[in-house]
């Protein structure tokens, strides 16, 4: 059982560039979740997927879109990467479809946009 | 959703136990409290959920106050690897978790 993983584990992109950030599950969860985390700071949700075929916007969602491939994998892209977006991204996924289950949460991806 | 203050750090000797406190005063009735933590920049990792009740696990124990204004959660018997952001939150009508800052606890040799 792998549980969330995440890749890649580092990138560094230009401003301007886009990339997309790729998430999987093998917990059979319906939920999903991406997270972005600045220096010093708390984790802050970006989007989320309550069901296979259902996403929907967190706190701060402006830059991002995001894919519910199927139920394993969600996908989050930056169309045009600016250095406001330089932090770490976490995906999580969790049971249930209203989020009130503990949620599973991968490595991380370490984001740089010069 | 209800807001949560915690100490921004503490420091606790490694086998004694860590008491974490949070207060969330603004608590509704059917909200939940989770704890999760963060070991050094990986990702959080859930540690335990209650509603009014005490709860324990393998992990840790949280006791909730009567008024459910405020929690604590016990380390029985901490060691270094506890050292972590802690992070206590109130899980609002929306389901969605609302990461603070949390405490950062510290155990020490």
């Known amino acids: 059982n792998a549980g969330v993983t995440q890749t890649p584990k580092f990138q560094v992109l230009k401003t301007g560039q886009s990339m997309t950030l790729q998430c999987a599950q093998d917990?059979?969860?319906?939920?999903m979740y991406w997270y972005r985390q600045d220096p010093g700071m708390g984790l802050r949700l970006i989007y989320y997927?309550?069901?296979?075929?259902?996403?929907d916007k967190g706190e701060v969602p402006n830059g991002y879109n995001v894919s519910r491939l199927n139920k394993r994998e969600f996908s989050l892209r930056l169309e045009s990467a600016a250095p406001s977006q330089t932090s770490v991204y976490f995906c999580?996924?969790?049971?249930?479809?209203?989020?009130?289950?503990?949620?599973?949460f991968g490595p991380g991806t370490r984001l740089t946009v010069t | 959703d209800a807001k949560t203050t915690q100490p921004t750090s503490m420091d606790c000797a490694e086998g004694r136990a860590a008491n974490l406190p949070c207060n969330h005063s603004?608590?509704?009735?059917?909200?939940?409290v989770y704890w999760y933590r963060q070991i050094h920049s990986q990702g959080p990792q859930y540690i335990i959920h209650?509603?009014?009740n005490n709860e324990t696990n393998e992990m840790a124990s949280l006791i909730i106050t009567e008024d459910r204004k405020s929690s604590t959660l016990i380390l029985p018997h901490a060691t270094l690897r506890d050292t972590a952001v802690y992070y206590c939150?109130?899980?609002?009508?929306?389901?969605?978790?609302?990461f603070g800052k949390g405490t950062l606890l510290t155990v020490n040799p």
């Open positions: 209650g509603l009014k």
């Open positions: 939150i109130v899980l609002g009508s929306n389901y969605k978790l609302t």
């Open positions: 603004t608590i509704s009735g059917n909200e939940y």
């Open positions: 999580a996924s969790t049971e249930g479809a209203r989020g009130d289950y503990e949620q599973y």
């Open positions: 917990m059979n969860h319906n939920s």
């Open positions: 997927s309550a069901s296979e075929g259902t996403t």
